[in-house]
């Protein structure tokens, strides 16, 4: 019997490259990371193969750093991902990147961490490249980052005409700001805001542009001048009392920004927070706005579009129906609340918002006493090598 075992290893191992490439290609992505664990000639043929040449989509992905406590009081960080189409949380492959608990972020399914000696020296990589897939950004340090936008994905070959926007803090907690970083320029530069005490939640590209959206509901416009770049405002969106979602003062208002089909969205959702590990998101609300003539309207139905929200990763959208297992017409979801708690992501983190019925659908089951779930982040239909 283990002979023949033996015998079945090793032609599981010398399956000839094109054939390996067939079996991925028409695999889900947890498969695919099964796949590439299982032996070394699949990770070798796996790690280079494009998938964006294959004929059918993937999901997003939700990328959690699990962080397991020793007996020895150490503590090991080891990236894992949650597939939407079963539930289940399957391991990242033997990571090439270092990561810490230090802020992660990620937009179009890359992802920006520090490197390993310090917090300043920024490091741009796709999840499942090879090592040489990086792309180095000015130092900056990491913690000051609050939201990140890439205006395009990097390849392999080039990260030439590359954007990247980000939403930094400040000293003062009232007020924070935006900075630009284009690929060849040394250092970043700050984008100059109008109204004073300004706090950004998100930031967006529609139509070649860039937006944000800060928390009195206004919505600014990028002028991304080499030599002066500019935010300003260009809507205001002043909501009734009614469609307030505060139901009692221990709660807080998050704004995203998506753009969906062709409309540029302002979400709206509620998070109730009573202390440490006793937090909730409880509701969503959508609102189109018009970047031209800065009218909205509300949006009670998002048809056949999903959209994606989450605090450490860019806001997203999905036609529903080109995606198996992706449920239209809803927001997903996934918030950090270990920033406010350090306690680390709960079931109640991770959800679905059912746009009509206004019910949460709670996805993954987290709970391990052994196991801290830091940083959820959507990656966006991953892209793999370019």
Same mark, same amino acid.
């Given at each position: 019997?283990? /002979?023949?075992? =033996?015998?079945?290893?090793? *032609? ?5 490259? *094109? ?13 695919? %990371? %099964? ?11 796996? @790690? ?5 040449? !294959? ?5 997003? +992905? ?13 503590? #090991? ?13 399957? $391991? ?6 270092? &990561? ?22 920024? @490091? ?10 990086? %792309? #180095? ?8 980052? #609050? ?21 930094? !803090?400040? /000293? ?8 630009? +970083? ?5 250092? +970043? ?21 860039? &937006? ?10 990028? @002028?991304? *001048? ?23 003062? &221990? ?9 969906? /089909? ?10 109730? +927070? ?30 056949? =579009? ?5 605090? $450490? ?7 529903? !129906? ?23 992501? =709960? ?8 746009? /009509? ?14 196991? $801290? &779930? ?5 990656? #966006? ?6």
């Amino acid at each position: 019997m283990q /002979e023949m075992r =033996r015998a079945a290893e090793q *032609d599981w191992t010398s399956l000839h490259e *094109d054939l390996i490439i067939s079996i991925a290609n028409r695999s889900p992505l947890e498969n695919y %990371v %099964v796949l590439a664990s299982a032996c070394r000639p699949f990770r070798a043929v796996l @790690t280079n193969l494009n998938f964006n040449n !294959s004929n059918h989509h993937r999901l997003p +992905w939700l990328m959690l750093l699990r962080r397991t406590i020793h007996s020895d009081s150490n503590s #090991q960080i080891a990236p894992i991902i949650c597939s939407l189409s079963n539930n289940k949380l399957y $391991n990242l492959l033997p990571p090439s990147h270092t &990561y810490r608990i230090n802020p992660i972020f990620s937009s179009l399914g890359w992802i920006i961490t520090p490197a390993a000696s310090t917090t300043n020296d920024l @490091t741009l990589f796709h999840p499942l490249s090879p090592d040489r897939s990086k %792309v #180095q950004l000015p130092n900056r340090n990491i913690f000051t980052i #609050q939201k990140l936008l890439l205006s395009s994905r990097p390849t392999l070959a080039s990260s030439e005409g590359l954007m990247v926007v980000t939403i930094d !803090s400040h /000293e003062r907690s009232t007020h924070n700001r935006l900075s630009l +970083w284009r690929s060849g320029n040394s250092s +970043w530069k700050k984008i100059t805001t109008l109204p004073d005490h300004t706090f950004f939640h998100d930031v967006a590209l529609f139509e070649g542009r860039f &937006y944000a959206v800060d928390r009195n509901r206004r919505v600014f416009a990028l @002028t991304l *001048d080499h030599r002066d770049p500019v935010a300003s405002l260009i809507l205001h969106l002043n909501l009734p009392k009614w469609e307030a979602p505060f139901v009692n003062p &221990y709660d807080i208002e998050m704004l995203f920004l998506v753009e969906s /089909e062709g409309s540029l969205l302002v979400v709206q959702g509620n998070r109730q +927070w009573w202390g440490e590990g006793r937090h909730e998101t409880t509701e969503f609300r959508v609102f189109e706005v018009d970047v031209n003539d800065g009218a909205f309207r509300k949006v009670l139905d998002l048809g056949d =579009r999903a959209l994606f929200v989450a605090d $450490n990763s860019s806001s997203f959208s999905i036609k529903a !129906s080109e995606f198996e297992g992706c449920k239209c017409n809803c927001v997903y979801f996934a918030d950090d609340f270990g920033k406010l708690d350090k306690c680390g992501v =709960r079931n109640k983190d991770i959800g679905i918002f059912h746009l /009509e019925s206004g019910e949460i659908e709670h996805l993954f089951r987290l709970e391990n006493t052994k196991s $801290n &779930y830091l940083a959820p982040l959507w990656v #966006q239909q991953p892209s793999f090598f370019m």
